[in-house]
């Protein structure tokens, strides 16, 4: 229990604070932050997060929204689909559970949009549920507690992980302590460069400073005029969130506004196959006036 005592004692002191941990916990407002922080900054998600509960409060305002009212409340956000995941989610929730968010990692596991980690995150954050939640912060802390790495880069297995973190997260503090490990993971146990001097587990750590600095190299993503797929995707969705409600755009006329230049005839085909998926993730709608958020 060293390890407890000494991490939750330094999570008190310098813990970061965030709207999704303030006051009192709700359950919903946890499985939204939950959502939200998949593939985003905690930054970006601390501004988006209140205004997006203005606007949907409880579960019962999300599970009547429509596609486009989500999508443009998502605005900032990027990687739209997990709008509709959410609020398809909500839907699940208010049909099957009287609008009651479970408790239960494998009831949460069922929803839309909901994997693995966001369905022990919940459990634990929104109901102290002792079940281990692994993230890449996490994953790093734990590979380095675990036994002495050589790289920074070094983490250990899912299975090594879950059974170390197992013999660690205290019976009564479960949600304290993924977000201590996670914060020291995000300050302190980073990277590319660890701080072991000021780590309150340094004593306890067989890879303090010990650890040879190297950079992960990064798959390349798909790419459309130099920049991954995935911006261009966004940036459509972007110019048609800024249209009034209903608004058509021709194609060309979306992709000139998007790209800030003409659609040319070598990129239409790339240009299609982006819109049907778009319109298959349901985000926009395609009719003989043109394109437009989804409903």
């Not at 990027?78 to 408790?103: C, F, H, M, Q, W």
């Not at 929803?111 to 996490?138: E, K, Q, W």
């Not at 998926?277 to 003989?288: F, N, V």
């Amino acid at each position: 229990m060293d390890h407890a005592r000494s991490l939750l004692r330094w999570y008190r002191k310098h813990g970061r604070t965030f709207p999704w941990r303030s006051g009192k916990l709700d359950p919903y407002v946890v499985l939204v932050s939950e959502i939200m922080l998949q593939q985003t900054q905690t930054s970006r998600v601390s501004e988006a997060l209140p205004r997006f509960l203005r606007q949907f409060p409880t579960v019962f305002d999300l599970a009547r929204a429509g596609n486009g009212e989500i999508i443009r409340q998502w605005q900032g956000m990027g990687y739209n689909s997990r709008a509709l995941r959410l609020r398809d989610a909500a839907k699940t929730i208010v049909r099957e559970y009287d609008g009651v968010i479970p408790s239960s990692p494998e009831i949460l596991l069922s929803l839309p949009g909901v994997g693995p980690y966001t369905s022990a995150a919940v459990a634990c954050f929104a109901f102290n549920t002792r079940v281990v939640v692994l993230d890449v912060n996490v994953r790093r802390v734990y590979s380095r507690l675990v036994k002495r790495q050589k790289y920074t880069t070094d983490v250990e297995p899912d299975e090594v992980l879950t059974r170390f973190a197992e013999s660690l997260i205290p019976q009564r503090t479960s949600s304290q302590w993924h977000h201590a490990v996670m914060d020291l993971g995000a300050t302190i146990c980073t990277a590319r460069a660890p701080q072991c001097t000021v780590c309150p587990l340094a004593s306890l750590c067989p890879s303090n400073n010990v650890l040879q600095s190297v950079s992960r190299t990064r798959k390349k993503e798909p790419e459309f005029r130099g920049k991954p797929q995935r911006i261009w995707r966004g940036r459509f969705i972007e110019v048609l969130r800024g249209q009034k409600p209903h608004t058509h755009l021709r194609p060309a006329q979306l992709f000139a506004l998007a790209t800030q230049s003409p659609l040319s005839a070598h990129e239409e085909e790339w240009f299609t196959a982006v819109l049907n998926r778009l319109e298959a993730d349901g985000l926009i709608l395609r009719t003989r006036w043109g394109v437009r958020l989804a409903d």
